[in-house]
T-cell receptor, first 112, second 113 residues
Framework: DVKVTQSSRYLVKRTGEKVFLECVQD?????MFWYRQDPGLGLRLIYF???????EKGDIPEGYSVSREKKERFSLILESASTNQTSMYLC???????????FGSGTQLSVL | DQQVKQNSPSLSVQEGRISILNCDYT??????FLWYKKYPAEGPTFLIS?????DKNEDGRFTVFLNKSAKHLSLHIVPSQPGDSAVYFC????????????FGSGTKLNVKP
């Protein structure tokens, strides 16, 4: 089965820090995604990428950027972390239309 | 604009009984629907999916029903087990924009022993 690996399970950062969240998938999927999950709000899309160096904004891109230099790796960057970015961050990958998203185990980020 | 809605934030069921989780959507272009289960501090795991050309899909204890005219889908878990206690998300996508998945806000299922 597809493995999507997120580099950290838990992170604690200070307000104003630059934060990098890393995600790697091992199944050569074209499409990768970053979501955040907050209680009662479901999963909200931050950014996705459909190819190397290609990216598109999701529903809540403000305060975030992404990087996809290699097909298997998709990074989420918080340029200047703020307390309202405390959340569970989920990376996912997708092969093609009408197939399932594969999720990583998530990174619980706390910004103090 | 929430295109996929789960109107029940929580559901409590006795072990061995049926759990029915519901999901409504507004976009008639959606043609692929999925259910995910999520435990605290873990990523969502895929449960079952259904294409819009079907009205039912079954996998073991899990069955998903799709009513296109009502824009409604439901997940049935029979029999429910304590290990099924988790948050369940429904999701939908459309082939013309397959990279965009719309998720409901989740239903927290508690299966009591």
């Amino acid at each position: 089965d597809v493995k999507v690996t997120q580099s950290s399970r838990y992170l604690v950062k200070r307000t104003g820090e630059k934060v990098f969240l890393e995600c790697v998938q091992d199944m050569d999927h074209e499409n990768m995604f970053w979501y955040r999950q907050d209680p009662g709000l479901g999963l909200r899309l931050i950014y996705f990428s459909y190819d190397v160096k290609m990216k598109e904004k999701g529903d809540i891109p403000e305060g975030y950027s992404v990087s996809r230099e290699k097909k298997e790796r998709f990074s989420l960057i918080l340029e200047s972390a703020s307390t309202n970015q405390t959340s569970m961050y989920l990376c996912a990958s997708l092969r093609q239309a009408n197939e399932k998203l594969f999720f990583g185990s998530g990174t619980q980020l706390s910004v103090l | 604009d929430q295109q996929v809605k789960q109107n029940s934030p929580s559901l409590s069921v006795q072990e061995g009984r049926i759990s029915i989780l519901n999901c409504d959507y507004t976009n008639s272009m959606f043609d692929y629907f999925l259910w995910y289960k999520k435990y605290p501090a873990e990523g969502p795991t895929f449960l079952i999916s259904i294409s819009s050309i079907k009205d039912k899909n079954e996998d073991g204890r899990f069955t998903v029903f799709l009513n296109k005219s009502a824009k409604h889908l439901s997940l049935h878990i029979v029999p429910s087990q304590p290990g099924d206690s988790a948050v369940y998300f429904c999701a939908a996508s459309a082939k013309y924009n397959f990279n965009k998945f719309y998720f409901g806000s989740g239903t927290k299922l508690n299966v009591k022993p």
